[in-house]
């Protein structure tokens, strides 16, 4: 219910999703999942809270072609041959930025580096804390970057989406406030 000055505005509507507040989450890198830790839509999740863990024959070799490069260049710092050092260092930087690019955390990097142990099955986190709308993570599942894990949605914040008569509409603008009144709860 909007009212300006003297007129009122009556319009039916839905509470929906505020779309800036869902994330999709993706593995981005083909492999099989091996324990999954949120196994219900409508489940809360923190920020950061494990989802599943996933095994993935590319992030394992990734993650062992770091361990190479920085072990690498550890041998060739005293190395008196011209660009050696930093040859060294774009090997490292080549094969940490990749990891990151497949949404390893620094603290998973940071583990890494050190027990210099590559970790078979990798932790995919939420990234944001709300409320699982959507799950398609299932144990032993084969994934591929473009399979939707889950959907995961803040509620913090909702959108009402009204219907306004267009004759009407011109009356309606940005930030004025509205009265809304819910059909399952009172006042």
């Known amino acids: 219910e909007l009212s300006r000055g003297s007129r ?11 779309e800036t507040r869902i994330a999709r989450v993706h593995a981005k890198v ?10 219900f839509t409508g489940k809360l999740v923190e920020k950061g809270q494990p989802l599943l863990t996933l095994y ?11 361990l190479l490069a920085v072990k690498g260049k550890e ?24 990891l990151e690019l497949w949404d390893l955390s620094e603290t998973q990097i940071q583990e890494l580096l ?15 804390s709300g409320y699982v709308t959507t799950r398609n993570a299932f144990p032993r599942q084969r994934i591929m970057p473009d399979t939707e894990l889950y959907t995961v949605v803040d509620l913090s914040r909702v959108w009402i989406m009204a219907d ?14 509205a009265h809304i009144t819910l059909s399952y709860s009172r006042g």
């Open 8 to 18: 009122t505005i009556r319009a039916v509507g839905k509470v929906s999703y505020d």
């Open 30 to 39: 083909e492999g099989w999942i091996d324990q999954v830790f949120v196994d």
């Open 56 to 66: 993935s024959p590319e992030m394992l070799a990734t993650q062992q072609e770091f």
């Open 75 to 98: 041998l060739l710092k005293n190395s008196t041959l011209e660009g050696t050092l930093e040859q060294g260092d774009s090997l490292v930087q080549a094969a940490r930025r990749r």
């Open 114 to 128: 050190r027990t210099q142990k590559p970790v078979k099955n990798v932790t995919l986190e939420s990234p944001i």
């Open 164 to 177: 306004v008569f267009e004759y009407e509409a011109p009356l309606v603008r940005m930030n004025e406030s």
